[in-house]
C-alpha cells in the first residue's frame, strides 16, 4: 500500500510541475494535478475491460 501512494503522490507532483512549468500558474497546475489522476483511473478501468474481452479461452467451457 505504501508503495501505491508513493506512486500516487510521484503522479500528483509530476502532473503539478510540468502544468506549472508550461503555465506557470498554480491554479492550473493543481487542477490538471487533481482531474488527470480521475480521468486516467476512468480510463485504465475501460482498458482493462477491452483487454478482458480478448483474453484467449475467455469462452472456454468449465
Given at each position: 500500500?505504501?508503495?501505491?501512494?508513493?506512486?500516487?503522490?510521484?503522479?500528483?507532483?509530476?502532473?503539478?510541475?510540468?502544468?506549472?512549468?508550461?503555465?506557470?500558474?498554480?491554479?492550473v497546475?493543481?487542477?490538471?494535478?487533481?482531474?488527470?489522476?480521475?480521468?486516467?483511473?476512468?480510463?485504465?478501468?475501460?482498458?482493462?475491460?477491452?483487454?478482458?474481452?480478448?483474453?484467449?479461452?475467455?469462452?472456454?467451457?468449465?
Amino acid at each position: 500500500m505504501l508503495k501505491t501512494l508513493s506512486f500516487g503522490a510521484m503522479h500528483i507532483s509530476i502532473a503539478f510541475g510540468v502544468t506549472y512549468l508550461l503555465t506557470g500558474s498554480i491554479a492550473v497546475g493543481s487542477a490538471v494535478a487533481l482531474v488527470e489522476p480521475l480521468v486516467n483511473t476512468v480510463g485504465y478501468f475501460f482498458h482493462e475491460k477491452f483487454w478482458q474481452r480478448r483474453q484467449p479461452g475467455r469462452f472456454a467451457a468449465s
